[in-house]
């Protein structure tokens, strides 16, 4: 799944399967009042997909010596280099990569193209997002790391794409998701995996009362799901 949940949002996840008769207006505890001018706003976590991209064959590396997946530097240098470039599936605003560093003197610098570089400099396992350019699908992201005064080892766990560059969102009836009241285009802010959207009532032509807000599963479907079509949703069925 492409989205999570964040707790105390007024937005949550639950399989149609599990739709209650009462649209959340009964005991389900699920429900926001909304007036006809408020301006709606929810935060979600966006999380990778399984298949988002695939790497390249080959490791570049310089000055260090690698050893299995473990990168190991026994002295400081100028010429520490490291890098594995990736292929994106889609379009990716945002790039999480993980690695791990057992033990580390000195620090190591990682920089994903068109985002800002991040030093790390203490042992543990860092999970960094990149804010990069839209990438087009089968272009290539390259994530390299260097380090002048690092002495340590450090293993490149992964780099993926975060769906995180687009929103497909509308409001569906209380009871069936397939019936599709209105499609929204909201206004988005990321900060790194996290989503912001907001929208004004003002601009949804809904009648009083009781409705779902439906996000299309990303990561399952690019095309179309329950009759929601990226970039917008679709409002015929044919």
């Known amino acids: 799944m492409s989205y999570n949940s964040i707790p ?27 007036d006809f001018d408020d301006e709606i706003f929810f935060q979600i976590e966006s999380t990778p997909c399984n298949e988002t991209g695939t790497y390249g064959s080959a490791i570049a590396i310089q000055a260090w010596t690698i050893s299995g997946s ?46 800002s570089t991040q030093t790390i400099t203490a042992a543990g396992t860092h999970t ?4 990069t350019i839209h990438l087009l699908t089968n272009s290539s992201i390259n994530v390299t790391i260097t380090g002048n005064t690092f002495i340590g080892s450090f293993v490149f766990i992964s780099l993926v794409g975060v769906p995180n560059g687009g929103l497909f969102l509308g409001v569906v009836d209380a009871d069936d998701v397939n019936n599709i009241v209105a499609r929204i285009d909201p206004t988005i802010t990321t900060t790194d995996q996290y989503l912001t959207a907001g929208f004004s009532m003002v601009d949804v032509a809904l009648s009083a009362g009781c409705y779902r807000l439906a996000i299309a599963e990303y990561c399952t479907n690019l095309c179309g799901q329950y009759f929601i079509a990226n970039p917008y949703f679709n409002p015929t069925r044919s």
């Open 8 to 34: 105390n949002q007024p937005i949550v996840f639950k399989p149609s399967a599990e739709l209650s008769t009462d649209c959340g207006c009964g005991g389900d505890g699920f429900k926001q009042l909304v």
């Open 70 to 115: 473990t990168v190991t530097s026994s002295a400081a240098t100028d010429l520490g280099f490291f890098s594995q470039t990736f292929y994106p599936q889609d379009m990716y605003g945002v790039i999480r990569v993980i690695i791990e560093v057992p033990d580390i003197i000195g620090s190591l610098v990682v920089n994903v193209l068109g985002a």
């Open 128 to 131: 960094l997002y990149f804010d």
